[in-house]
């Protein structure tokens, strides 16, 4: 190929050109602070209303329900730390008694703000999911305890794409106190989003990963959700979110979003068709090679494999010397030499965590260039297992 291929688009996404242009005139021409008083002040600060009542008709929320965010880890930090306490002294008081349930492969951004809470003092049950990495909601019923206060469990895995039951697990927490929190990030640019149909009371959006600006997002708060800030300072986004807004990036977020959103259903009809093609080609054409997850309960850009007798970083390195871009697993552990926690969650073997490789398609990919991985790929598992003393055919 004469262009570089990229498949790691559950990392980050390239910028839409389009809505760098929406972006452009906010840098320079339009450059007022939203909380001032005078016209350029005024012009800003429409234009992030603008935004706000945008996004929150795409998902069927409302406006003020919308509290614009730096991204992903922001906005799942404020859902955590702002139901459950953001500061030591608040969970060593000796009424914290606070529970929460999550599952074992919730991207760090979830278990790790969840994990400092546990070392307070607060009561957490990790949810094991199967094989086919699927949440079961009747084990979300079973772990309830009356001071459940948080039920935090993601969309769509970010690193094998499956799709978990959202909205069986939102009519069983209707009933329960309990706070329903979704990290949204992988599934917001091919799944519905509307909050009231899903049945939850947070939601993270990553701007990221919806062909828009890096460093956006927000976090939809149900009216009613009392959060504590992560910040202080003044008093922007209702107060939990200090700082002079980024006008730009709120706009490229929101344009991003509406214009996923708008081509989901036709963009994921034809990614499935890839995905499908690529998996089948991949089961057939490389032996003892497993598909992570649920074979159609997943996203539809989503392709996650373990190749038994190989390390997944090699293989890596070696596609992307052959002008490939892919990954082992999650990007914010990617420098981590370490099993992936999601596949050990539902393979609980090291073999097929660390052979295991993460192909995620976008817009731009095509069969065309699946078929070129295919002719590099089989060769590097090839290679590899000739060099590894742990391989046996």
């Known amino acids: 190929m004469k262009k570089r291929i990229y498949l790691d688009h559950a990392a980050t996404m390239p910028m839409d050109p389009l809505v760098k242009k929406v972006m452009d005139n906010f840098f320079v ?7 001032s008083i005078y016209l350029e002040a005024r012009k800003a600060k429409r234009v992030i209303t603008s935004a706000r009542i945008k996004i929150a008709k795409i998902i069927n929320a409302k406006p003020d329900e919308i509290i614009f965010t730096s991204g992903g880890t922001e906005s799942d930090n404020l859902a955590i730390f702002g139901i459950v306490g953001n500061s030591v002294s608040d969970c060593r008081k000796p009424s914290f008694r606070q529970h ?13 703000p969840i994990k400092f809470l546990e070392k307070q003092g607060c ?10 990495g699927v949440v079961k909601p009747e084990d979300v019923e079973k772990a309830l305890r009356p001071e459940t206060v948080l039920v935090s469990i993601m969309y769509a895995n970010n ?26 990030c992988q599934a917001a640019g091919y799944l519905n989003l509307d909050v009231e149909k899903l049945g939850i009371d947070l939601m993270t959006v990553n701007g990221s990963k919806i062909y828009g600006p890096k460093g956006t997002g927000f976090l939809y708060a149900k009216r009613g959700i009392r959060l504590k800030p992560l910040m202080h300072g003044g008093g922007q986004e209702a107060g939990l979110r200090p700082g002079t807004e980024n006008v730009p990036a709120i706009i490229g977020l929101s344009e991003a979003l509406a214009k996923v959103q708008k081509r989901r259903v036709k963009e994921s009809k034809r990614l499935i068709a890839i995905r499908d093609y690529f998996i089948k080609r991949l089961t ?20 996650n494999i373990s190749i038994l007798g190989v390390e997944g970083e090699a293989v890596v390195l070696y596609l992307d010397e052959a002008g490939i871009a892919c990954a ?3 990007a914010c552990n990617s420098e981590k030499l370490e ?3 999601v596949i050990m969650a539902i393979r609980n073997d090291y073999a097929y965590s660390h052979g295991s490789l993460r192909f995620t398609l976008g817009k731009d990919n095509t069969k065309k260039e699946i078929d070129y991985v295919m002719k590099v790929l089989p060769k590097v598992v090839e290679k590899l297992r000739k060099i590894s003393a742990k391989w046996q055919k």
Do not use: M
């Not at 929460?100 to 790790?112: C, G, M, W, Y």
């Not at 794409?161 to 929190?181: S, Y």
């Open 29 to 35: 021409n339009e450059f007022g602070n939203p909380s």
């Open 100 to 112: 929460i349930i999550t599952t074992k492969f919730e991207h760090s951004a979830v278990l790790n």
């Open 123 to 132: 009561k957490v049950t990790y949810l094991d999911v199967g094989e086919d």
């Open 159 to 184: 690193e094998i794409g499956t799709i978990q039951p959202i909205v069986e697990i939102g009519k069983i927490l209707k009933n329960h106190r309990a706070i329903f929190h979704t990290d949204a």
């Open 284 to 303: 057939k054409e490389i032996p003892k090679i497993f598909l992570n997850g649920h074979p159609k309960k997943r996203l539809p850009n989503n392709i």
């Open 328 to 330: 082992t697993g999650s």
């Open 339 to 341: 099993s992936s926690h």
